[in-house]
């Protein structure tokens, strides 16, 4: 038996919405069926809050923006919106796509798609200010939700891990959301006197409390700032194109990414926290475990075959798959 040889990496797959005819028939107007609602998580979107990586670079550090973007759609598609066939993928690079099949999601127009994003985002604090003061909006039902998550991950993985004010860069990015130029100046000379980020959030939490309590003008109605921090932060990123366009391709499971060479597999909700992006199996991985089995098989006469999927590090993605079909096609 000859072994497997990988000349090039492979074309990326992908998959297009359901339409009334088939794209070859150029003469018949073509109208939308269906298609799945679909989330864009990209890494590369935190870029603005992350250090340890940048742009498609992604580790399991910064892996944790996207664990918790999940929970929180997860936990908003099927108590708010009642879905509950869920697939959750890993693009192959920089991110997740979450797939919604339920018939119900399928079937929505774009300006439903865009109504639940819509419901789904949070101001960020690059709010407006009128003639007064710095403003922020109220914090909703969905952002005290959303908060409950974030909560006990903001100071391990932003203050700690991301070194959120432990650098130049770090604090003057944080200084640009403060309300004023007064609580600038007065932010920035409460951090020169401490050197840790984890000191200089704790100084700053008791800055803000005592300026609320004081009633200074600038930072009047703004009770909530922290958590919008913590939002700002911490909170969901969403491709917006992705989830709104019904004419959007969406990477094909299974497929290879055409540039890292990785597998796009399923993987399982529950295991999120613990993904490493860089396990992933590659298609070279893929080729070596296969020819090593073949040439196993062959020593020992065994007529198996080599794209048994059990014996490679397909096995647990395709078992996911499975069963979300098996989910999905049962009434």
């Given amino acids: 038996m000859k072994a497997i040889v990988l000349k090039e990496l492979p074309i990326a797959i992908n998959i297009g919405a359901i339409y009334n005819t088939p794209p070859r028939c150029k003469s018949v107007p073509k109208s939308f069926v269906e298609k799945e609602l679909v989330f864009d998580i990209d890494i590369s979107d935190y870029d603005d809050v992350r250090t340890c990586c940048k742009g498609s670079d992604i580790c399991t550090r910064c892996w944790k923006y996207i664990f918790i973007a999940c929970k929180i759609l997860n936990i908003c598609l099927r108590h708010d919106f009642g879905y509950d066939r869920i697939l959750w993928i890993f693009s192959g690079r920089r991110g997740i796509h979450c797939w919604v099949c339920d018939k119900a999601a399928r079937t929505l127009n774009q300006s439903t798609r865009s109504g639940i994003l819509n419901y789904m985002g949070h101001e960020t604090l690059k709010c407006f200010a009128n003639e007064d003061h710095f403003q922020i909006r109220k914090l909703n039902y969905y952002d005290r939700r959303v908060l409950a998550i974030i909560e006990p991950e903001f100071i391990p993985l932003c203050v700690v891990d991301q070194n959120l004010l432990g650098t130049e860069e770090g604090v003057n990015y944080f200084l640009a959301l403060l309300p004023d130029n007064e609580a600038q100046t007065d932010v920035k000379q409460l951090f020169n006197d401490r050197i840790s980020s984890i000191d200089r959030w704790n100084s700053f939490t008791e800055y803000h409390k005592n300026m609320i309590d004081s009633g200074i003008r600038y930072w009047r109605g ?47 909700l529950a295991e999120v926290e613990k993904f490493d992006p860089s396990t992933v199996p590659t298609i070279k991985q893929l080729i070596t475990e296969i020819n090593i089995l073949n040439r196993n098989r062959s020593i020992e006469g065994d007529a198996g075959y080599a794209s048994d999927y059990y014996e490679t590090s397909l096995r647990k993605p395709i078992d996911i798959f499975q069963g979300f079909v098996k989910q999905v096609t049962t009434k």
């Fill in 222 to 268: 703004l009770e909530e700032y922290l958590d919008h921090v913590k939002l700002h932060y911490c909170g969901p990123r969403f491709d917006r194109n992705v989830t709104e366009g019904t004419t959007h391709l969406l990477r094909c499971p299974f497929s290879v990414h055409n540039e890292t060479g990785k597998i796009v597999i399923p993987f399982d």
